[in-house]
């Protein structure tokens, strides 16, 4: 059903990015707890010490790809979520790149986490190999999965 906050403790309610609001005449403020927020996207590069999420699908798509720094991405891509896209073969790296941005997007619609990722070994060396990351960096990403210090 519904839940209720005053009107004047409104804009501490976290979480509720796309609430009804209807004001009763009691002045209270109402909220559907069953309506659906929007995704939010966290950045692709998270295990980059990333902290930028997104609601907005296009600036996410966009931030993601800056972290390439200007190479072409990866014709070889795979979901760090499932498998789904591990047995596909794409013409190129911006076909390739665009079809892991449209899948994993999905991902985020239906709630998955950066928290339920599994690492991507053939992003981490990709990083590597145009020199985005260091050896140490390559290292601690193999062993740990993060990298605690950003590059």
């Known amino acids: 059903t519904d839940s209720s906050v005053y009107t004047d403790d409104a804009?501490?309610?976290t979480g509720y990015s796309s609430a009804i609001h209807e004001a009763d005449y009691e002045d209270v403020l109402r909220y559907d707890i069953f309506q659906p927020r929007a995704p939010r996207f966290p950045c692709c590069f998270y295990f980059l010490s990333c902290p930028?999420?997104?609601?907005?699908?296009?600036?996410w798509?966009?931030?993601c790809r800056s972290h390439l720094h200007w190479n072409l991405p990866p014709s070889k891509v795979q979901c760090p979520y499932c498998d789904a896209l591990g047995s596909q073969?794409?013409?190129?790296?911006?076909?390739?790149w665009e079809a892991r941005m449209h899948h994993i997007a999905d991902h985020h619609i239906r709630g998955a986490r950066v928290e339920q990722a599994r690492p991507d070994f053939g992003l981490f060396n990709y990083l590597w190999q145009v020199?985005?990351?260091s050896n140490a960096q390559l290292?601690?990403?193999r062993q740990n999965h993060i990298l605690l210090n950003p590059p």
């Not at 930028?52 to 600036?59: F, P, R, T």
């Open 11 to 13: 804009g501490r309610v």
């Open 52 to 59: 930028y999420w997104s609601y907005n699908i296009n600036d």
């Open 61 to 63: 798509k966009t931030h």
């Open 89 to 96: 073969r794409f013409t190129n790296g911006a076909e390739a």
């Open 131 to 133: 020199r985005v990351i």
């Open 139 to 141: 290292h601690e990403l």
